[in-house]
Each structure stands twice: as structure tokens, then as C-alpha cells.
């Protein structure tokens, strides 16, 4: 069965070019082992695919390097960093948890402070605040581009343009932004932007990429990191070569096509804030569950993901959300796909509201052999005052990121 496959966020579709790369270099080295592999994939492995990634990134082909993942380049190159009890690191509420591991690594090493940048009441980063807190002490700032479980899209070359001329590092995750959104890392002026080649690149698995900033990679010389499978790589390479010829393909309106879908339909939440272009809508029913919701849409042939809330772990726990769904395009969907989401989750809605009723039904017939209780039809007299229960109020103290 064919399906509207509206996951790229999570894993992009390979593109049947890239799929027969990584497949032939795959059994390469199953035949002949690495050293063989290498030796036939040569400047692909040492120079072309760089070059690519530098083009991509807008920056020399020599400031990127290759990864097993985004959360591994990010790790790494942290640990490159000499911070002192005195330093503060900035993060934001749409830090993933895997970055946010890393980073209260780094606080636990260094004993210094963590601290998180506040969002406006739309969503955005509060930029004003930023401005209004910045100092020397600021020895990191950690942003994700755009986030992964709500698509919000924060303004990264607004970010850097404000930390110009102090002391801080500034580290961009991109990984649910590159190959989606345009992403010109001199531009954005960071010294560290990582980013996965699986997504919207739509590359393969266990790979990932960086560009490190000369002075950040002057603190990491001399450290070696895992490299990725060069089979893998070989199919980045195409992927990347694949990206170049699809990005200028109409999907860009898309996105509103699917946000007009879940506005108009009852029940739907959308947790989407900012103006959009990510590509990436989260939503949530009032009363069924996301992983029912998202089992029933498979079925059918349409395929989202379903988030949790340790995902961001400082983001959406503080809005009460405990699971929610997200849907993504890009330019392998179609309209159609829109339209068949469309159709499939109002026939899944239906169906599980139905199914609920039935369960609550059910719920309220009494079992075999059981009594019911009998129904008063007067209320007893009060005999004495009434007095009302009161509860003490209390002061809860949660432990944030600085802890």
C-alpha cells in the first residue's frame, strides 16, 4: 500500500538514487571490507562530499566535518570548551534532549550556571530579554534552529547578531532545519552549527554533519570523534547532490494546506506557535489519545509521528502536554497526500469518538449480580452547620535547568 508518508521530520524517504548508493556501497564492503570501499570511493570520501556541505552551508568546504549524528558533533565539540565556575550558558526551552544532556555535562564539569531563555507569549524567542541579560559571563549560547517537536522556528541570524562582539560561543542545532529552510551558517554567524543527514536531506541513517568556526576547532585539535560508515557518506554525497536539483520543486505550500486541515477540524489543538515555514505542524486531540490517533492514521496508509514530552524536556511539560502528534512535509509530498490526511483523520476521529462512547456505555452498566444503589429522591435535612474542608496552600518549588 502506498503511503502519505508525513514523518520527513523524523526520517526522510530515501530517494531511489540515494537508496541504490548506499546499497552497492553497503555490499562493497561486505564483499571486499573497508579498506576496498574507501579506496574506490576515494575524493567522495575526502573532498566532494565536504565541498557539498560547504556549498550547502555557505561556508568553506574546509570548516565542515562528518559525524554519526547531530548529538554527537554537539557533544564533541563542547568538550572542547574551558569554562569556569564564574560562566553562564544560555539555552532555550526547544533544546532537545539530547543537546540538553550535553549541555548540563558541561555545567556539571565547568560548575557554572545553565540558565534558559524565555519565550514571549507567541512563542518566540524573547529576544529583548536576551539583550536586556547579555554580559561577558555569557560564555555559551545553545539554539535550536527550529523545533523539533512543534516546528516553532526561532531567528538564529537575529541571535547572532546580537552576541557580535561579546565572548560568547554560539551553537545552532539545525538538524530539523537543514535541507528544509535555507541555512547560511556565516550568515547566521554561529561557531557551531550541527545538523542529521536523515530528515529533510532525506540521506541515510546514522550520519550527521557540523560546521565548527576556525577558532572552536583550534580547541579541538589534536581530539579525534567517531566517523560515520563511509558507505554512509557516500550516500549523503548523493543526497546532497539529490537535495540541490528538488529544493527549487512548489511544496512550500503545503504547510498551509495541512495547518488549514487541523484548524477547521473540532477536537484538534495546534501547538505550532510563530509563523510557520518549518514545515512542521504538532497538534493533540482534547480527549483521544495520540498513540490510538496515530496507530489509526497508519493503518490507513498516513504516517506522522507521535512526540513526547521528555523530548523537550523544558518545553512542553510546562504546557501540560504529555504527548502530542506532528506532521511534516516536504517536497516528496504531494497535494494529494494532504487530502488523503485530511480524509483519514476525520474517518479516525469518528471512529475513536465512537469507539469511547461505547467504552463509556459500557462503563455504566452494572455488572451481573451487582445492586445498584437506590436513588434519593429528597435530600435529608441538615441537622447542624456545614462545614466546608480547606486545604493548605503550599509553595512548589520545581528544579529548572540551573539546578
Known sequence: MNTAHLNTAGTGRMPAAVRAVLADATARDDLYGPYDLEERLGAVLHTEVYARLGALLGVPAAHTALFEGAADAFAFCLSGLALTPGDRIWTTPYEGVAHLTALRALRDRAHCALEVVPLRADGELDL???????????????????????????????????????????????????????????????????????????????????????????????????????AAVAALHEALAHHAAAALLPWRDLEAA?????????????????????????????????????????????????????????????????????????YDNTPEDVTRFDEALQDVLRELREDLRKEELRAREPRAGERTAPVRLHAPTATGPTRTPTRRGHLSLVQGAAS
Open 128 to 230: 529583548e530579554w536576551m539583550a536586556a541579560h547579555l554580559d561577558e559571563d555569557v560564555a555559551l549560547v545553545s539554539v535550536t534552529h527550529v523545533a523539533a517537536t512543534v516546528g516553532t522556528v526561532s531567528p538564529v541570524e537575529a541571535v547572532g547578531r546580537l552576541l557580535a562582539g561579546h565572548r560568547a560561543r554560539y551553537a545552532v542545532d539545525a538538524s530539523h532545519s537543514v535541507g528544509r529552510l535555507p541555512v547560511d551558517a556565516a550568515a547566521i554567524g554561529c561557531d557551531l552549527l550541527t545538523a542529521d543527514g536523515w530528515r529533510f536531506l532525506r540521506g541515510p541513517d546514522a550520519i550527521g554533519f557540523a560546521y565548527v568556526a576556525p577558532a572552536l576547532r583550534a580547541l579541538l585539535s589534536g581530539r579525534a570523534h567517531r566517523q560515520p560508515a563511509p
Open 258 to 330: 495541512l495547518r488549514a486541515v487541523l484548524e477547521r477540524t473540532p477536537g484538534i489543538e495546534l501547538l505550532t506557535a510563530g509563523a510557520g515555514g518549518s514545515g512542521i505542524l504538532a497538534f493533540r486531540h482534547a480527549e483521544l489519545p495520540a498513540a490510538l490517533i496515530r496507530r489509526a492514521l497508519a493503518r490507513r496508509g498516513v504516517v506522522v509521528w507521535k512526540t513526547v514530552a521528555q523530548e523537550t524536556p523544558l518545553h512542553l511539560p510546562a504546557r501540560g502536554v504529555t504527548t502530542a502528534l506532528r506532521a511534516s512535509v516536504h
